[in-house]
C-alpha cells in the first residue's frame, strides 16, 4: 500500500496528520503517529462523500 499524508498536515516532522492509501475498491485511512495500527477503510464512495461534505462544512 502507498500511504500519502495529507496536504493540511501541520508543520514539523509531520506526523500530526492523517493519512490516505487507495485500494481497488476502497480508500484506507491511518494516523500518521501510529502507522502500525489496523487502518480505517471506506468504500470508496462513501469516503468522497465524506470529503465533500467536509469541505462544505468548512465553508460554512
Known amino acids: 500500500m ?3 499524508k495529507s496536504t493540511y498536515s501541520s508543520g ?11 485500494l481497488p475498491s476502497r480508500i ?3 494516523d ?5 495500527r489496523a487502518p480505517l477503510t ?4 462513501a469516503f468522497a462523500a ?3 461534505h467536509l469541505k462544505a462544512a468548512s465553508d460554512e
Open 2 to 4: 502507498h500511504w500519502r
Open 42 to 45: 471506506f468504500p470508496a464512495p
Open 32 to 36: 500518521s503517529k501510529s502507522p502500525t
Open 50 to 52: 465524506l470529503v465533500e
Open 28 to 30: 484506507a485511512i491511518r
Open 12 to 22: 514539523g516532522d509531520g506526523d500530526t496528520c492523517v493519512e490516505i492509501a487507495s
